[in-house]
């Protein structure tokens, strides 16, 4: 791997192709990527946040050969707005795959405590199932000064949390750890959050857990378990300062709180009536004081991307707009300087098709059309 240098100014932008004015007035649409876009078959897992400066940033896979998770042959890439997603940067490099067994992806994202602060953190190496606590998959983190322009050389992080060079007695014996992609959390007292995937055993189960970083991302610790089963999971900071954790599952879709900043969790977790999870990953944001935004796809299948909103803190969610009305899967949400809503997704006209990764924005207003 090797650091992502900006190469050219940043004057220079190419405006991505197919953006389209929907009938809803602030609605624009913008292809990314494209399967076969310089020289990858494939492409996948979308990040997105908005920066301190008000500048957009996407991180996406690219993988090479096939869309299968690692250890397969993939990059990270990203790419930087200035204008709100009308046009976007060339992609850089944010971590570089070199091969099978040697390759990088599932990237997450939130600030640091810094000015014009972002930190991403990624798998590598390894695939999930196959790792071991004497020979485990890697995670590293990266870090931007400038939001999101230019990023830090990873630097690999994997002994903070499991494997062999753990110095935690029982988290040395863990067998596999990868954060889900997408948005991770910096809660009002400065805490940097994400939350890990654990395989403990060598059985096919997995519990999540959470990372955190209480120095601005130079050490790590891990919390207790927050939830027995389930996947890829999502935080956001509730108004009384508990942590809302979602996690993704076949079914009514799980969810557990912290009252302690996400160092404990409650013994068991609880399942929303109103949120049916086809076991996808999804994000989840606050908006503003009084709303929360959840998106995952339709309840039978990864297609028909919707957006829920919550204005209970997350008890209920009592709305929802479906955004992509086709083949649909991985989603990321962040909220630009004026308020409207940034998403970016996977989506394919057929399921046998490699996916489109696609930038919306729309006001909230969309949602209630």
């Known amino acids: 791997m090797k650091k992502a240098y900006l190469l050219i100014s940043l004057a220079l932008f190419f405006f991505l192709s197919c953006e389209k004015k929907a009938d809803f007035d602030g609605y624009t649409r913008t292809i990314i990527y494209r399967p076969g876009d310089y020289n990858s078959k494939y492409y996948r897992i979308p990040a997105i946040i908005t920066a301190k400066d008000g500048s957009l940033v996407i991180f996406t896979d690219k993988r090479k050969e096939n869309e299968a998770d690692l250890p397969e042959d993939i990059d990270i890439l990203y790419n930087y707005s200035t204008d709100g997603g009308l046009t976007w940067s060339e992609p850089y490099t944010l971590a570089q795959g070199f091969g099978f067994m040697e390759g ?107 990372i955190y970083s209480d120095d601005n991302g130079e050490t790590w610790n891990v919390s207790g378990r927050a939830s027995t089963g389930g996947d890829e ?4 900071e509730l108004n ?34 109103d ?31 919707a957006i829920y909103v919550s204005n209970d803190e997350g008890k209920s969610w009592q709305h929802k707009k479906v955004i992509v009305p086709r083949y649909s899967a991985y989603s990321s949400m962040c909220i630009l300087p004026d308020k409207t809503i940034g998403f970016y997704v996977e989506e394919k006209e057929t399921d046998t098709t490699g996916y489109e990764m696609v930038f919306y924005r729309f006001p909230i207003e969309y949602l209630y059309e």
């Open 104 to 210: 990088v992806g599932d990237c997450a994202v939130t600030y640091t405590n810094d000015d014009n602060g972002l930190i991403a953190v990624f798998v590598g190496g390894q695939g999930f199932w196959t790792s071991s606590a004497n020979n485990p998959n890697r995670t590293y983190k990266s870090i931007s000064h400038d939001n999101g322009k230019t990023w830090s050389e990873p630097e690999d992080i994997t002994h903070y949390i499991f494997g062999h060079e753990c110095n935690d007695s029982i988290r040395k014996k863990w067998r596999a750890s990868f954060c889900a992609s997408g948005n991770g959390l910096l809660t009002s007292n400065g805490r940097i959050m994400f939350v890990a995937c654990i395989r403990e055993t060598s059985a096919y189960s997995i519990n999540n857990y959470v």
């Open 275 to 305: 949120l049916i999870d086809p076991a996808c990953n999804g994000d989840m944001i606050r908006y503003d004081d009084n709303t929360l935004l959840h998106s995952l796809p339709s309840a039978d299948g990864r297609h028909d991307v």
């Open 233 to 236: 999971a999502k935080l956001v």
């Open 240 to 273: 009384n300062g508990d942590i809302l954790m979602s996690i993704r599952t076949k079914g009514n879709r799980m969810y557990n709180i912290s009252h302690d900043g996400g160092i404990t969790w409650n013994e068991t977790h609880y399942t929303w009536d």
